[in-house]
């Protein structure tokens, strides 16, 4: 396949290190991938805050950007999920462009199980890590099971986790609560925002956990920052640099 990275926003500003993880993973796997150089925002976090107007054009920018690819691969559920489930707005229903590249949109995890059949990751991680299932991923594109439905689904994340050498696996009691960034949320509603955060890492914490590994780098900054305040003896990694090898 001829496969194109996006790579977001806050990941190519303050986490590069996730987007070159994410490539070697590929690479790895014998994909061959693509950085179309002249990618932007998705235009989610104007279309978060009502902005629908100024969505409309970067929306439609990015949907032409990946036109030409076989899949697009993207190390964020939230990302994901913007052009699968909310681009429709910017769209008339019968466009071929973006129904095709809309098809063929998929979150990093998502893309190694359904597409590739990944099950087995050949890498060593000798630590005790947790999961933070995060809301768009969950609940948006269903890598996992959610509390509130009776539905059966394959915990995407947890698959390539559990595939790995030495690595050991804890729950927090709360496995798919929140964490309270929800992007410009954590602006308008600061305190509420911080507070379930704090919560997130404390529940974490009482795991035993010494690194939360999630697919949205958006949620493991917020959390991040919460833990580098409070000087609390607990990491945040992106699946994708556990794959890798990254140490932690």
Not at 39 to 65: D, F, H, L, Y
Not at 201 to 228: F, T
């Amino acid at each position: 396949m001829n496969v194109a990275l996006f790579v977001p926003c806050y990941i190519d500003q303050f986490y590069p290190d996730v987007a070159v993880a994410t490539l070697e993973c590929l690479e790895r796997l014998g994909v061959s991938v693509e950085y179309p150089a002249g990618q932007t925002c998705c235009g989610q976090p104007m279309s978060n805050t009502g902005c629908t107007e100024e969505t409309a054009p970067v929306a439609r920018r990015w949907i032409k950007m990946f036109a030409d690819y076989d899949a697009v691969v993207c190390p964020s559920g939230s990302c994901t999920s913007m052009v699968r489930h909310h681009y429709e707005d910017y769209f008339d229903d019968d466009d071929p462009v973006f129904r095709k590249v809309k098809e063929r949109t998929f979150e990093f995890c998502e893309f190694l199980v359904d597409q590739l059949g990944v099950r087995q990751v050949q890498t060593r991680f000798p630590h005790r890590v947790s999961v933070h299932a995060s809301c768009h991923g969950l609940r948006e594109l269903r890598l996992g099971p959610s509390s509130e439905t009776m539905v059966q689904r394959e915990d995407k994340l947890g698959t390539l986790l559990r595939s790995l050498e030495d690595i050991e696996l804890v729950s927090p009691s709360r496995t798919d609560e929140c964490c309270g960034f929800g992007g410009t949320f954590a602006v308008a509603e600061r305190e509420t925002s911080v507070a379930m955060g704090n919560d997130r890492v404390r529940d974490h914490l009482a795991a035993g956990s010494e690194a939360i590994v999630a697919g949205d780098m958006s949620c493991l900054m917020h959390m991040e920052g919460l833990i580098r305040r409070q000087k609390l003896p607990i990491r945040v990694m992106h699946i994708a640099q556990v794959l890798a090898g990254r140490a932690l």
